[in-house]
């Protein structure tokens, strides 16, 4: 029971340390969408393209293209307050 337990915690964790790993190209050379992280040590050389912030009143997904310091291309998923909440 130990034995299973234990291979079970360390397979979760390689799979966390997997998910964890920067995502630099697909097969077809195009950059994949990364999922931004707190923890996470950005190397934003230039910002290429970030989405437009919309105008509603919840938590939506945004995109910002950027290249690193070695010229790699990146797509960074982060979450923002659209605009449209108001003052009360």
Same mark, same amino acid.
């Given at each position: ?44 050389? #230039? ?25 790699? #291309? ?8 659209? #605009? ?5």
């Amino acid at each position: 029971m130990k034995t299973s337990t234990l291979l079970l915690l360390a397979g979760a964790s390689c799979m966390a340390m997997a998910e964890a790993r920067p995502m630099t190209a697909d097969t077809t050379g195009a950059p994949r969408l990364e999922h931004y992280d707190y923890s996470m040590d950005l190397d934003i050389a #230039r910002v290429i393209k970030i989405t437009e912030t919309p105008n509603v009143c919840e938590v939506v997904p945004m995109q910002m293209v950027y290249e690193d310091s070695h010229g790699q #291309r990146h797509v960074l998923e982060y979450s923002v307050m659209g #605009r449209g909440c108001g003052s009360y």
